[in-house]
């Protein structure tokens, strides 16, 4: 006790010890030694309790993290007190690091700082995220709730009718097909309270329904209130409904360590970096890095290929020749450089948004919205639009500053504001490859995409939710803006057309349908002319294509980058083999654009397109250019495609000697000769012999059902042709599965030229037009959702076990051309032949 060593000071008169183990000195009185002759007694058991064997340490991490169990039902685990995850709030213990579980209510309610967790508190001078867009955007995660174990196949529709039949009020009720989930979204927390009362636990099937709180998607996480925003920042645009980027709020002080990742984000990623993320690289590089892409698609279209052929079947020569060339499906012969590699659009989209600094702003978003990104940049560093489309864009966004309407809110789908289109039309004979001139451009159609206007029968301007004088005071406002801001420029800028869409979706992408409305500019402020006023009221402009001119609407396709379509358009031709007895189809032709190009080497031309407005464009520039010899078809491809290979490549078995006729017309039928003795196999196609041929009007012409046929000028007598080609120039989709089945079964239709935006689809497309058939076809099994996670490649190998038996094409070669400088992105041509 005095630090001194007991053991040498005293003698032991404790009970006996094992030696090697002596006890420490002990505070009880010693034993009392027994007397001689007297038996040993057994010491009196200790009155003291013995202590307990000490407690075994727990895990730094017990009891810090709430149990998923109690989580989704509020309820204690099957593991009770032994469980290491706690059952409740008062149980949860703080962690190593002074942090609370994050899905605790303790942890919502925390920030880390310096190492401590601290209760989060904003100053009187900031506003959060959610209070600057305004709370009705933002939708509450109390008020959202998941309804669980509901039926696979109900849809949207039938999990409404549920909650209607059940007396459940709701704002809205989403659930897709093939889901055991539905989310519904409620206006009070009187209805959710009402909803679970009546829902939990009730029977479907045979299985309860379970309603638990439903997860934020990924920018509402973003947009919650750990983002704050200066009070200045708000009072920028106090009088608008302005949606501020949850990624991108302004901050001087770059070294804040309280700054979000997604801010960080943000200032680094701009709009050159979005639209155009080639454009650090030199052009020579570009053109590597494109050319060593489509070089991997070429691959996968011989891997995917290989595995789509039938067992028991022989490869196809072409892929087995595909060892002999690295394994590419055909040789990849170059890519054609883009005679302009700066300002070659001669079409631009802008959005209107917020920039990140809560700055109303025409330009191009930062990124994508299912990511959280909302904000909206100017396009000056873009080195692929044009200084004209710039010039208009920043016009409209000063007009923009003073509108009395609200800009488009991505996030709940308000607004009146949405996007600005420029189209721009060169001047005839402008071939030269000079960069970015404005001298060049002669006209140009302005497009703006607005929300909640409706046109009625009598053209008369109705809205929902604005004031229809408000609204026609702010279209003329818009319309002096234009035209004040071309005229002021020098030289002055060109306005041929202002157009107004009508879109009320979410996505900014309208249907080719949606209403226009022609407004109309002053003509001492424009540079329109007087004898174009008709063309000013059909809203069309007009560029140039191998010396052609082509009219314009302002839906209608038409090629981004003029001049590199002109040798896209020179190359198709050339590897298609035309001559002056070929019939070639133009499918998916939009404004004629590769037909009308090769009209001129060809005997006929037959277009297909399902865009009215492109169909009547065509018929136009056919007349313009005083072509005869084309027949345009307003359908889709999958539904005219058929008919028409079934109309114009029937068999004879002897062809009817008639002389060469140049420039005839296309609007004709086929006939047959009975009399035949000749085996050699002609396509004969009689045309009809009558004083002119029907036309069509501005808006696509008379229908048939839902197929229409154009012809530009009068019939002539029959003329046949030994050679069928088709051009395909699908959307970045690709073609349909009904399209390629009528390309595929047609025998005579031996050579088809695929020019494609996207090589991921003409992979899809190849494998079914390039692999043998089965010798017995397997059709779908409607039961089968394995499709909704194959790839575009594994449905096509699904899709090829169905194909009828026919001959199948094989890839000869294949060619890019670089219309997009600046991007991944480029066209490539690939000839198929049988």
């Known amino acids: 006790m005095d630090g001194q060593d007991s053991i040498s000071d005293q003698p032991i008169v404790s009970p006996p010890a094992p030696p090697a183990q002596p006890e420490p000195e002990s505070t009880q009185p010693p034993a009392p030694v ?57 149980e949860l213990r703080q962690r190593p690091d002074n942090t609370w579980d994050p899905t605790s209510e303790r942890g919502k309610k925390m920030k880390v700082e310096n190492g401590e967790s601290v209760e989060v508190k904003r100053g009187t001078d900031e506003v959060s995220i959610t209070e600057a867009i305004g709370e009705d955007c933002c939708s509450d995660n109390v008020l959202e709730k998941c309804l669980i174990n509901l039926p696979m196949r109900w849809s949207s529709d039938n999990l409404r009718s549920f909650l209607t039949d059940n007396g459940v009020h709701f704002k809205s ?100 970096d979005s639209v155009t993320p080639l454009a650090h690289m030199s052009y020579v590089d570009q053109l590597e890095h494109k050319k060593s892409s489509l070089t991997q698609m070429l691959k996968k279209l011989t891997r995917n290929a290989r595995k789509a052929c039938p067992n028991g079947v022989s490869l196809p020569e072409w892929i087995l020749n595909s060892r002999e060339i690295g394994g590419l499906a055909c040789k990849l012969e170059g890519i054609v450089e883009s005679p302009l590699v700066s300002g070659y659009r001669n079409k631009c989209e802008f959005s209107v ?30 080195p692929n639009v044009s200084k004209i489309a710039c010039k208009y864009a920043a016009i409209f ?103 107004i869409q009508d879109h009320t979706g979410i996505s900014n992408v309208a249907p080719a349908d949606a209403p226009l409305r022609s407004l109309t500019i002053p003509n001492e402020k424009s540079e329109t002319r007087q004898d174009d006023v008709k063309d000013v009221v059909e809203a069309r402009i007009h560029d140039y294509i191998s010396n052609l001119q082509f009219c314009i609407s302002a839906t209608a396709f038409f090629q981004v980058n003029t001049l590199a379509a002109e040798k896209l358009y020179s190359l198709a031709g050339d590897w298609a083999g035309l001559g002056p007895d070929t019939l070639l189809f133009d ?127 009068t019939a002539k007598p029959v003329q046949y042709f030994k050679n069928v080609v088709a051009i395909v120039d699908p959307p970045r989709v ?24 996207n090589p991921e689809s003409l992979v899809a ?31 096509a190998r699904h899709r090829a076990k169905s194909m009828p038996n026919s001959e199948p094409f094989q890839p000869i070669k294949a060619m890019a051309v670089d219309l997009f400088p600046h991007t991944p992105h480029c066209e490539l041509v690939m000839l198929l032949e049988r």
């Open 34 to 90: 027994p007397e001689p002759g007297e038996k040993r007694k057994q010491p009196e058991p200790d009155s003291a309790p013995t202590p307990p064997p000490p407690e075994k340490s727990k895990h730094p991490l017990w009891k810090t993290s709430l149990c998923s169990y109690f989580r989704r039902t509020g309820g204690e685990c099957s593991h009770g007190e032994t469980c290491r995850y706690a059952h409740s709030e008062e």
């Open 173 to 272: 009720a989403k659930k897709r097909k093939g889901m055991l989930v539905g989310f519904v979204s409620f206006e009070t927390a009187e209805q959710v309270k009402s909803a679970v009362e009546e829902l939990n636990g009730k029977s479907i099937g045979n299985k309860d329904l379970k309603i638990v709180d439903a997860t934020p998607r990924a920018y509402e996480k973003r947009k919650a209130g750990e983002i704050s925003l200066p009070q200045s920042t708000q009072n920028t645009s106090e009088n608008s409904d302005a949606p501020k980027s949850s990624i991108g709020v302004d901050n001087t002080d770059s070294n804040d360590d309280n700054m979000t990742v997604e801010s960080t984000v943000s200032k680094s990623r701009s709009a050159r």
């Open 353 to 382: 948004g917020y920039s990140l600094q809560a700055k109303v702003t025409v330009g191009f978003s930062l990124g994508n919205f299912r990511e959280g990104v909302i904000a909206v940049e100017e396009p000056l560093n873009c």
């Open 397 to 499: 966004q000063e007009f923009l500053q003073h509108s009395e309407l609200p800009i488009w809110n991505r996030l709940n789908n308000t607004g009146f504001w949405r996007q600005l289109t420029v189209r721009e039309g060169r001047k005839p004979g402008q071939s030269t490859e000079v960069e970015d001139s404005e001298a060049h451009i002669a006209e140009v159609l302005l497009m703006v995409q607005i929300c909640f206007l409706v046109l009625c029968v009598s053209f008369q301007v109705s809205t929902a939710g604005f004031d229809d004088g408000m609204v026609n005071g702010e279209f003329e406002k818009m319309t002096n803006a234009f035209a004040t801001g071309a005229s002021a420029n020098t030289p002055p800028l060109p306005l041929t057309a202002l157009l």
């Open 587 to 713: 499918i998916c032709c939009g404004t004629g654009t590769i037909g009308l190009t090769l009209a001129h080497r060809v005997g006929m031309v037959v277009g297909i397109e399902m865009n009215a407005s492109a169909v009547s464009d065509a018929i136009r520039n056919a007349e313009i250019n005083g072509i005869k010899n084309c027949r345009f078809v307003c359908s889709k491809a999958e539904d005219a495609l058929g008919s028409l290979l079934k109309e114009y490549l029937k068999m004879h078995q002897k062809p009817v000697d008639v002389p060469q006729i140049d420039d005839v017309t296309v609007h004709g039928e086929v006939t047959h000769t009975e009399n035949a003795t000749d085996t050699k196999e002609n396509l004969i196609i009689e045309l009809e012999n009558c004083d002119g041929a029907p036309k069509c009007d501005t808006n696509g012409g008379q229908k048939s059902d839902s197929q229409q046929s154009c012809s530009s000028a």
């Open 734 to 757: 690709g073609l349909h599965p009904t399209v390629i089945k009528a390309l595929r079964t047609h025998p005579h239709l031996r050579r088809l030229v695929y020019i494609s935006c």
């Open 765 to 795: 497309n190849a494998i079914e037009l390039c692999t043998p058939s089965f010798d017995k076809t397997e059709k779908g099994n409607k039961n089968n959702r394995g499709w909704r996670n194959m790839s575009s490649a594994g449905l």
